[in-house]
T-cell receptor, first 114, second 112 residues
Framework: DQQVKQNSPSLSVQEGRISILNCDYT??????FLWYKKYPAEGPTFLIS?????DKNEDGRFTVFLNKSAKHLSLHIVPSQPGDSAVYFC?????????????FGKGTKLTVNP | NAGVMQNPRHLVRRRGQEARLRCSPM?????VYWYRQLPEEGLKFMVY????????ESGMPKERFSAEFPKEGPSILRIQQVVRGDSAAYFC??????????FGPGTRLTVT
């Protein structure tokens, strides 16, 4: 029972182009969404988040879009850089649910080619 | 400003031994979460603690696993009588009340 799904295990883009990573969720109680970046042998690093009351949040080269009706969110990275190559995890939580534990997708491995 | 600290980074245990994983949250953070990542999988929630209290342990296996976050000192995840299936990366995260969760570097447990 996977509540957060990242259907693309991998994505390859050219340096300077846009990277779009997608995430779908099934639990309508989720109201807070986050993206984490992870390098091998390191812990996840927080990138950007969005509350369900918004449909877009921007931070530098990173923008997250939320479509509540479709239960879909996406992370846009533009322009992509080789240092962006990592595994990206989408996560969701129900803020009013008490523990605010995060439910993660399985990740998408992004490779940015020079 | 030190981040979340975890030790050891790597831990090898034989089947049947005990594993103790430590997590020191970021300064000022009083909420600690433990997650486990199996190979090729996302992180799975295990337990959420505040100082001296377990708030949510819905992700903890019913047997052999326990966690604590004492008034003084790090949070400890304890696995008794380890089995091969316990081999995984264990991540600790901390936060203040409304912030995002910040993760430590993880402990990679290998059971031989």
């Amino acid at each position: 029972d996977q509540q957060v799904k990242q259907n693309s295990p991998s994505l390859s883009v050219q340096e300077g182009r846009i990277s779009i990573l997608n995430c779908d969720y099934t639990n309508s109680m989720f109201d807070y969404f986050l993206w984490y970046k992870k390098y091998p042998a390191e812990g996840p690093t927080f990138l950007i988040s969005i509350s369900s009351i918004k449909d877009k949040n921007e931070d530098g080269r990173f923008t997250v879009f939320l479509n509540k009706s479709a239960k879909h969110l996406s992370l846009h990275i533009v322009p992509s850089q080789p240092g962006d190559s990592a595994v990206y995890f989408c996560a969701a939580s129900a803020v009013g649910g008490g523990s605010e534990k995060l439910v993660f997708g399985k990740g998408t491995k992004l490779t940015v080619n020079p | 400003n030190a981040g979340v600290m975890q030790n050891p980074r790597h831990l090898v245990r034989r089947r049947g031994q005990e594993a103790r994983l430590r997590c020191s949250p970021m300064k000022g953070h009083s909420h600690v979460y433990w997650y486990r990542q199996l190979p090729e999988e996302g992180l799975k929630f295990m337990v959420y603690l505040q100082k001296e209290n377990i708030i949510d342990e819905s992700g903890m296996p019913k047997e052999r696993f326990s966690a604590e976050f004492p008034k003084e000192g790090p949070s400890i995840l304890r696995i008794q009588q380890v089995v091969r299936g316990d081999s995984a990366a264990y991540f600790c995260a901390s936060k203040q009340t409304k912030d995002e969760q910040y993760f430590g570097p993880g402990t990679r447990l290998t059971v031989t």
